[in-house]
């Protein structure tokens, strides 16, 4: 399997650091805000990757973070009147509703700032002890003059960085590019530390609770690709100083969704949240949009595009349960599967598809290929087992891309039903067709 590291902006050979395990970790949500569907994409992408992996055997340990002390989330914690932890509890239940509505795996572990505080505070006090850090005034910053390597990951020049970073000086730095491990404030909740009352900086957060979770480097670190620079390449500077490594081995990253050829933000005042869509859009239908376009590569959202996406995945539905009825009825669910060679080598082109760099693009056009074959075997009436395989077959392929796509058994009362209906049409009794057509769709199996 190939997948395309950032940070040697190479495709590179999936080699796991265990044999059998994926370690991966994904920059988790700061919760303050309902998620919104550019929130969506990483989280939709990341969990198709997990998934893949469960497929092809891998145990997968997928940790993502929670952050739950932060500017944003004081400020609204002012702004309601209520503690910060109350912001927090409140968005984060939104944040893991709307992953369980668009059908995503839970991560096996989802640690929350505040209750690592002491290891933080001890981290930082570690890089201040080595010289990698400094103290003044209470603020605690570090030194990127310690790190050579700092800038590979997002190939940024450190000379052309500083020009910039020189405009809106901090006087209190030795370089202006140092960045904050501690934040001395009195405004809203703080901790005590060896440098007095604050908290710390966002970037350090992922680099202690990966040591903590996987005591060492991982495989795979993901997140959006605004997550590049600075706050990755922070990470990784800490890492190198204290570590000696880079966090990870593969550094993915997630393009972004655009509205209507636009970046979608508050202040444009175009932000969709995912459960406002998923309440009017099937959330199968928004992972068909979402996936449809490869991860690396910007998508954008426009009405359209989500429409064509409903309509396709009406098709796909359609076909699944007109198959799984036709064996439902025959009583074959459970039939011995017989091979289909082109449904065979379909799934070979998806798979394909997944392991180069996870092309779900093209893992989709092949996808759309099992529909069309499935359709033109029930056309040609082919055999249970065969049935049974183009089944298994859509299975398999929807767990990959994480579409629901379930159906209960038919109860005996529905099969009777169901075979009352066909011998009605065959006898064409229309009027009797019709009735028991109504009923058995009042009963939502057809
Ligand atoms: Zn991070």
């Known amino acids: 399997m190939l997948i395309y590291n950032t940070y040697t902006r190479k495709k590179e050979e999936f080699k796991p650091i265990e044999e059998n395990k994926v370690k991966m970790y994904i920059c988790g949500p700061t919760v303050y805000n309902y998620i919104h569907i550019g ?8 969990d198709l990757v997990h998934r893949y992996f469960n497929y092809l055997g891998y145990e997968v340990e997928f940790v993502s973070n929670v952050t739950d002390v932060d500017d944003k989330i004081i400020n609204r914690a002012i702004e309601e009147e209520v503690t910060e932890a109350e912001i927090a509890k409140k968005y984060l239940e939104y944040f893991l509703e709307c992953n369980q509505l668009l059908n995503a795996l839970p991560f096996n572990k989802m640690p929350k700032v505040t209750e690592n505080m002491d290891e933080m505070i001890q981290f ?10 400094y103290a003044v005034d209470g603020d605690v910053y570090f ?20 020009v910039g970073a020189r405009i809106a000086e901090d006087s209190k730095k030795e370089n202006p590019l140092d960045f904050v491990l501690w934040k001395k404030t009195d405004k809203g909740i703080t901790w005590d530390s060896p440098w007095g009352a604050g908290r710390p900086g966002w970037h350090t957060e992922c680099v202690v609770m990966i040591q903590k979770e996987f005591q060492g480097k991982i495989d795979i670190h993901g997140g959006g690709t605004d ?3 600075p706050h990755h390449e922070n990470e990784i500077a800490q890492s190198l100083c204290m570590h000696g490594h ?42 068909l949009f979402m996936l449809s376009v490869h991860y690396r590569q ?28 036709k064996l439902d009825v025959a009583g074959a669910l459970d039939v011995q599967e017989e091979k ?77 039903l169901m075979k009352s209906w066909e011998a009605a049409r065959k006898a064409k009794d229309f009027t009797k067709a019709d009735e028991l057509r109504a009923k058995l769709q009042t009963l939502n199996v057809l």
């Open 246 to 287: 880079n966090l990870a081995n593969y550094w993915m990253h997630v393009g972004r969704l655009g509205l209507n050829n636009e970046k979608m933000s508050k202040s444009l005042g175009n932000v969709i949240n995912v459960k406002d869509l998923i309440e009017k859009v099937d959330a199968n239908a928004f992972r």
């Open 39 to 46: 929130n969506a994409r990483p989280v939709l992408f990341f």
């Open 143 to 162: 030194r990127i003059d310690k790190v050579r390597e700092y800038g590979q990951l997002s190939g940024k020049k450190i000379e052309e960085l500083e």
């Open 340 to 416: 289909v060679a082109e449904l065979e080598e379909l799934m070979h082109q998806f798979t394909t598809a997944l392991d180069d760099d996870f092309n779900t693009s093209n893992a989709i056009t092949h996808f759309y290929s099992v529909i069309k074959e499935v359709n033109k075997m029930m056309r040609a009436k082919a055999s249970e087992g065969k049935c049974k395989y183009a089944l298994m077959t859509l299975q398999s392929m929807a767990y990959i891309l994480g579409f629901d796509l379930k159906k209960k058994r038919l109860t005996l009362e529905e099969r009777e």
């Open 124 to 133: 930082i006090q570690d890089l201040v002890q080595h010289g990698y850090a």
């Open 227 to 229: 997550l590049q620079f």
């Open 298 to 325: 910007p998508i954008n959202y426009t009405e359209e595009n989500i429409q064509l996406a409903v309509r396709e995945w009406q098709k796909i539905k359609t076909t699944f349960n007109q198959l799984h009825l």
